[in-house]
């Protein structure tokens, strides 16, 4: 029985290829909600040019011939790091109010196109209305 529902779950037909296409076109659709940072996250997008570009670009001559394929992003984002740990409490709080405010910015506009794609008459809400 066992054996019978596990290679049995798949529809065998011609139009099988479709059915799957069409699902996969109307969840295609729906956005995936924003996901918060983490402050070296938030901290490098605000401040890479600025304050991490010109510390990354000046180590990574230093080393980039001596470590062994090391990924620049990788070594970009220890120095992110170090860079992020180095700064004052105050200004990591106010990073880390900042980088809250986006986050619920991002998602206020996420709950905003999920409303407006339940007002879409294709949706199945809309069918139960």
Known sequence: MAWYHTFNKKVHSDDSFEIE??????????????????????????????????????EWELVKDTLPKTSHIAFSNKITERMYESESESFKERLDVERNEEHLNNMAEYKRILDALEKLPDSPKSFNE
């Open 21 to 58: 296409k069409a699902f996969h076109e109307m969840t295609k659709a729906i956005p995936t909600a924003p996901k918060i940072k983490r402050n070296t996250q938030f901290y490098s997008k605000k401040y890479y040019d600025t304050r991490v570009k010109p510390t990354v670009d000046a």
